[in-house]
């Protein structure tokens, strides 16, 4: 079984979405002996914005070397994505939705003909076999009924978003309202690694 986890915080040691999606990569390890992990930390390894060059070098138009370098490692990045089995995503809430980081490395696994493709009906997400699980932090609170929901761009749009790439098997594992006193922030925590033990294999 192929896992690919993706971390996006910027936050480094002090980040919350890495703390989780290390020990869901941990415990699913400790439940498949045979998992083969790959890893892509886009805030060190940041992959650059979409661009109509990037879309004129997919077409076959000549570019310069940093694009073609930019244009490799999405395309490895595309690779790896469709590649896994299980995708263990970290997504932090910035300014109500996902970290811009996050969103580069979207521009570049959401491609037609390769993750989803439109047919007379509509689209057809083509990623229907592999089963995602986003460890999503935010310093507020926004589940459905609190006054804020509203402002959640950031787990209504992953839902989206992979929904649309054809995944239904989605997890969320939350830690939300961790910047509401220390307390707060390690009830969260401790009870989205709770949920974590309780994953299934
Ligand atoms: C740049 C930045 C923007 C943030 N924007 C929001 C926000 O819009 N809503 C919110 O509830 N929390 C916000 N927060 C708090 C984060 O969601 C919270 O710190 C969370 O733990 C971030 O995940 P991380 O620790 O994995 O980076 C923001 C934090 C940062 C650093």
């Known amino acids: 079984m192929k896992l690919l986890h993706v971390d996006s915080s910027i936050l480094g040691q002090g980040s919350v979405s890495r703390d989780l999606s290390a020990d869901i990569v941990a415990t699913l390890r400790g439940r498949h002996p045979d998992l083969t992990v790959s890893r892509l930390d886009l805030a060190a390894t940041p992959i650059g914005?979409?661009?109509?060059?990037?879309?004129?070098?997919?077409?076959?138009?000549?570019?310069?070397?940093?694009?073609?370098?930019?244009?490799a490692i999405g395309n490895i990045a595309l690779e790896e994505f469709l590649a896994a089995d299980v995708v263990v995503v970290g997504a932090p809430m910035y300014n109500f939705t996902v970290s811009s980081q996050l969103k580069a490395w979207i521009d570049r696994i959401a491609?037609?003909?390769k993750t989803f493709r439109y047919g007379e009906q509509g689209p057809i997400g083509l990623c229907g076999d592999k089963k995602l699980i986003i460890a999503s932090s935010r310093g507020g609170a926004y589940i459905e009924g609190s006054p804020a929901a509203f402002m959640d761009h950031q787990e209504t749009y992953l839902r989206g978003l992979f929904g649309f790439l054809g995944i239904t098997d989605i997890t969320f594992i939350r830690a939300e309202g961790v910047a509401m006193g220390s307390e707060a922030r390690s009830g969260a925590v401790a009870s989205a690694k709770t949920e974590i033990a309780t994953l299934a294999a």
């Open 49 to 71: 914005h979409l661009t109509a060059a990037h879309l004129g070098a997919a077409q076959g138009a000549s570019v310069d070397e940093a694009l073609k370098a930019d244009v």
């Open 111 to 113: 491609v037609a003909g």
